[in-house]
């Protein structure tokens, strides 16, 4: 498989991020070093998430369904094995991008499409009556559709309408999912927090 996209967030990118107003209104006196970490974390991920999702949208249609079939295997899906997991033949998906199995024995199948779309194009309600189609005809009734965009109203609205189980992952979400599993990122850094352990000094000497 190619390899992962790689995010690199240059620290400068902190310096252009707007400041909360509770940040204005409190002075750095009123943070423990702990809230210093933790508000500066927060800022990082957000600026990974934005990147991740522009990359991701530049993307080839094929490379993007690669890696939207590398997520749910870095979630735990076919026992964390990548190869429990497959693409359709290009141009012939017929609705169906992907297919991965929930369990390492490949006892039950969830079939995936995926739409790398902009952000102001909407998936739509004929999409996911597709998607349905695709899963009625293979006999299935759990699937993941992931857009980099997002969903409509009437896509969201038919699908509560169905009996089959599909999991919707917007634009925002999917980089979040990224995020959090590993998908597309590397860790550049890792911090630890000491505390004095009381109970060392609290024993009595024996």
Known sequence: MPDRPVVTLDVSVLLRLPV????VEHSATDQTPEDAIETASQQLNAAVRDEL???????????????????PGAM???????????????GADDGIDGIIHEDALGLDAVFVQAKRYAEDHRVGRPDMQKFIGSLTGEGAT???FVTTSDFSRDASDYLRRVQHRVALINGRRLA???LTHG????TRATYLIRTVDRDFFDEAEI
């Open 20 to 23: 909360p107003p509770s940040a």
């Open 183 to 186: 998908v597309g990122v590397r």
């Open 142 to 144: 759990k699937g993941v």
């Open 176 to 178: 979040d999912l990224m």
């Open 53 to 71: 999702l522009t990359l991701v949208r530049r993307m080839t249609p094929r490379r993007f369904e690669r890696v939207i079939l590398e997520l």
């Open 76 to 90: 735990g899906f076919g026992g964390g094995d990548l190869t429990n997991g497959r693409l359709t033949a290009q």
